[in-house]
């Protein structure tokens, strides 16, 4: 499966919203097809928010093997794939450390929306 950026979102690739819609639609290609490619034709993202939200958190869902195996870029800029490794880099660390990649403020918010659930 392929998926263009460029026809997907247009100009919205700056926000974590705007990952989380890429996010989405990259799990389910993850979970069906055995290589995802993502086509950035050539347009600069070089947002950090994007990113970890787009492709990011898939360290804590996926092993390195497994992205590197599944999960393919085509036609991104230097800077972003400079941008993406280290978000990578990171994530997986974090990961490694048995962190869960929630931040603690957004540990707080699910807390109280659980307990007004109730």
């Known amino acids: 499966m392929r998926i263009n950026l ?3 979102r247009g100009t919205q690739t ?3 919203e705007d990952g989380q819609a890429i996010a989405k639609k990259l799990l389910k290609a993850m979970e069906k097809e055995d290589k995802v490619v993502i086509d950035f034709d050539n347009i600069l993202i070089a947002s950090v928010s994007f990113f970890d939200e787009a492709i990011g ?3 804590f869902k996926y092993s390195r ?3 590197a195996k599944k999960l393919s870029f085509e036609n991104i800029e230097a800077y972003d794939r400079a941008l993406l490794n280290d978000i990578l880099i990171s994530r997986y660390h974090q990961k490694d450390l048995g962190q869960d990649g929630i931040s603690d403020n957004n ?3 699910m807390k109280r929306r659980t307990r007004h659930k109730m």
Request: hydrophobic share 45%; net charge positive; charged share 40%.
């Open 65 to 67: 093997e497994v992205l």
């Open 6 to 8: 460029k026809l997907e």
């Open 107 to 109: 540990k707080i918010g």
């Open 57 to 59: 958190k898939l360290a």
């Open 14 to 16: 700056v926000s974590r």
